[in-house]
């Protein structure tokens, strides 16, 4: 085992003998659902092994499916990797403090796309509600808008 330069040692070394990278992250700065979310990234062309060596670690074990340059490669995987780990993480974090919010977006497009209301449901809607600002006068009605006026100015 070999450690990667700028990188501490026991948070991420370089089997060159197995040709893998080895990452032992602390779970409490990277959700679960963050690292598998980083990691999928890479499934095309590595070998992703994710375990929990003990309680509070992750450890992410990556091999690159075809290799030239091993430790060069290498390298540049476990930079890859925590690059998509730190950017995995905002994203979930992002996701949780908005979760209201989407979740109402979410419920407003499936209500709309659930078709015009039936019958029933017009039948126990209240229509003594006062009507909406429409300051342009886009919701007038055909009748109010095409109306045949008399000479005195009043509608028929």
């Known amino acids: 085992m070999s450690s990667i330069e700028g990188i501490p040692e026991d948070l991420a070394r370089v089997d060159l003998?197995?040709?893998?990278?080895?990452?032992?992250?602390?779970?409490?700065l990277y959700p679960v659902e963050a690292v598998?979310?980083?990691?999928?990234?890479?499934?095309?062309?590595?070998?992703?092994?994710?375990?929990?060596?003990?309680?509070?670690?992750?450890?992410?074990?990556?091999?690159?499916?075809?290799?030239?340059?091993?430790?060069?490669?290498?390298?540049d995987v476990v930079g890859e990797l925590a690059n998509e780990l730190?950017?995995?993480?905002?994203?979930?974090?992002?996701?949780?403090?908005?979760?209201?919010?989407?979740?109402s977006v979410t419920m407003q497009a499936i209500s709309g796309a659930m078709g015009p209301p039936t019958l029933d449901d017009l039948e126990d809607f209240d229509f003594t509600d006062e009507a909406f600002e429409?300051?342009?006068?886009?919701?007038?009605?055909w009748e109010e808008k095409y109306a045949k006026k008399t000479e005195d100015g009043e509608e028929e």
């Open 17 to 28: 003998a197995d040709k893998r990278a080895i990452l032992d992250l602390d779970a409490s």
């Open 36 to 75: 598998y979310s980083a990691t999928y990234v890479f499934i095309d062309r590595c070998y992703v092994l994710l375990d929990r060596p003990e309680a509070g670690t992750l450890r992410i074990v990556i091999t690159p499916k075809q290799l030239d340059d091993a430790e060069s490669q290498l390298r």
């Open 86 to 103: 730190v950017s995995a993480a905002w994203r979930h974090q992002i996701t949780q403090e908005n979760r209201a919010k989407i979740e």
């Open 134 to 141: 429409d300051p342009l006068g886009i919701a007038m009605s």
